[in-house]
Nanobody, 118 residues
Framework: QVHLVESGGGLVQAGGSLTLSCTAS????????MGWFRQAPGKQRELVAA???????YYADSVKGRFTISRDGSRNTVNLQMNSLKPEDTARYYC????????????WGQGTQVTVST
């Protein structure tokens, strides 16, 4: 089982920046992808950004050009640099790990709250 711990959320004004961090521990031998999801109240959880094997990187259209994902494979950490934040980015952000960017695990961390004010 993989244990995930997220950090770095907070309250920021629109246009501001935040960096989220996630560390995976436990059974990480088959982890080829790490990614960030978010869930806003009343909405489904969505994939925001992910990095897979061979540096295959995915960004949701809504965050392209504003968010940057990076992974330190040796430490099983993944960061999400978020710039030019918008109120619609307000959500609880979760990281996950998986065999690829389309095959994610069932374990989730507690997440970290990001709130963007106008």
């Amino acid at each position: 089982q993989v244990h995930l711990v997220e950090s770095g959320g907070g309250l920021v004004q629109a246009g501001g920046s935040l960096t989220l961090s996630c560390t995976a521990s436990g059974n990480t031998l088959r982890v080829n992808a790490m990614g960030w999801f978010r869930q806003a109240p009343g909405k489904q959880r969505e994939l925001v950004a992910a990095v897979g094997a061979g540096r295959n990187i995915y960004y949701a259209d809504s965050v392209k050009g504003r968010f940057t994902i990076s992974r330190d494979g040796s430490r099983n950490t993944v960061n999400l640099q978020m710039n030019s934040l918008k109120p619609e980015d307000t959500a609880r952000y979760y990281c996950n790990v998986g065999a690829s960017i389309i095959r994610w695990g069932d374990n989730w961390g507690q997440g970290t709250q990001v709130t963007v004010s106008t």
